[in-house]
């Protein structure tokens, strides 16, 4: 397993965008998936998205087109560019990664609130 800090967090306009970060404390290089989740209070989890080993990504439908997830291998970072963000928006955002033969690893979880 690896450590995961989230950063970024933060409260936008609806329209805005943020750009959440996931720091690991070790190489992410050979993980076979890598994404975001989101809780918003009284409400289940949600995969916001996530890379698939290979380079696949997948988002929900509610984000298609406004958000983007991104790695860099190099700074062992994931990236969740969010725009045009909306108050439906407003959630924890937990990033998570699979590496092979060992439970999944969870950041503690950064606040995304979108308010006028």
């Known amino acids: 397993q690896v450590q995961l800090v989230e950063s970024g967090g933060g409260l936008a306009q609806p329209g805005g965008s943020l750009r959440l970060s996931c720091a690991a404390s070790?190489?992410?290089?050979?993980?076979?998936?890598i994404g975001w989740y989101r809780q918003a209070p009284g409400q289940q989890r949600e995969l916001v998205a996530r890379?698939?080993?290979?380079?696949?990504?997948d988002y929900v439908d509610s984000v298609k087109g406004r958000f983007t997830i991104s790695r860099s291998n190099a700074k062992s970072t994931v990236y969740l560019q969010m725009n045009s963000l909306e108050p439906e928006d407003t959630a924890v955002y937990l990033c998570?990664?699979?590496?092979?033969?060992?439970?999944?690893?969870w950041g503690q979880g950064t606040q995304v609130t979108v308010s006028s």
């Open positions: 890379i698939i080993r290979g380079g696949s990504t």
């Open positions: 070790g190489s992410i290089f050979s993980a076979n998936v």
């Open positions: 998570y990664v699979q590496l092979p033969g060992v439970p999944l690893s």
